[in-house]
């Protein structure tokens, strides 16, 4: 079975420093994956998605992810954090039968 | 174009009493999730239509959970009756064929007393 396992329910970052949130996937397959961010009181909004094409993909907001399958990993970064980027990431994983299954999320908290 | 439009944004109940919630997908997405988003967790997947057949309803608690696709455009969910464990919040999602991602609604808040 497809699975999604976000590293660290919280993470802190000072705003300008670089922001690393961790996703490993499990799949016997070759998955998308996707990053999603929501925002308080609000649904998901799509950040960005792999589809088997490029590994290293560039999302909304100035985040990117790198596809490693050597790791099953769906890093999310972004160079520099801003203060709006304060919200709730899931990483998630759709099945060939589209599927979609969420990692339980990480907690983005911006330090001035 | 419209997104996903959920309603009611938020709702209030006593426990043992019935409660629907109703989505509207974008149009002409044929794929719809309703979905439960426990705090402080990721979303679960309640029940996923293909047009108007559920394809996938096995996390779905049929004991007190229904729901319905009529037409293969709007859905409800139903729980009756609701309880105390039931508060959370319900995020319906639709996604296009051949579409890989979903496009999420901003979710019913469920609060059950």
């Known amino acids: 079975a497809q699975s999604v396992t976000q590293l660290g329910s919280h993470v802190s970052v000072s705003e300008g420093a670089l922001v690393l949130l961790r996703c490993n996937y499990s799949?016997?397959?070759?998955?998308?994956l996707f990053w999603y961010v929501q925002y308080p009181n609000q649904g998901l909004q799509l950040l960005l998605k792999?589809?088997?094409?490029?590994?290293l993909v560039k999302g909304i907001n100035g985040f990117e992810a790198e596809f490693k399958k050597s790791e099953t990993s769906f890093h999310l970064t972004k160079p520099s954090a801003h203060m709006s980027d304060a919200a709730e990431y899931f990483c998630?994983?759709?099945?060939?039968?589209?599927?979609?299954?969420f990692g339980k999320g990480t907690r983005l908290h911006i330090l001035p | 174009e419209a997104g996903v439009v959920q309603s009611p944004r938020y709702k209030i109940i006593e426990k043992k009493q019935p409660v629907a919630f109703w989505c509207n997908p974008i149009?002409?997405?044929?794929?719809l999730y309703w979905y439960l988003q426990n705090l402080g967790q990721g979303p679960e997947l309640l029940i996923r239509?293909?047009?108007?057949?559920?394809?996938?309803d096995s996390q779905l608690p049929k004991d007190r959970f229904s729901a319905e696709r009529l037409k293969g455009v709007d859905s409800t969910l139903k729980i009756q009756p609701a309880e105390l464990g039931d508060s959370a919040v319900y995020l319906c999602?639709?996604?296009?064929?051949?579409?890989?991602?979903?496009?999420f609604g901003q979710g019913t808040r469920l609060t059950v007393v």
């Open positions: 999602a639709s996604s296009d064929r051949g579409e890989t991602e979903a496009f």
């Open positions: 799949s016997s397959v070759p998955p998308y």
């Open positions: 792999y589809t088997s094409a490029a590994t």
């Open positions: 998630a994983v759709m099945s060939r039968d589209d599927k979609i299954i």
């Open positions: 149009s002409g997405h044929n794929t």
């Open positions: 239509y293909e047009n108007e057949e559920a394809v996938d």
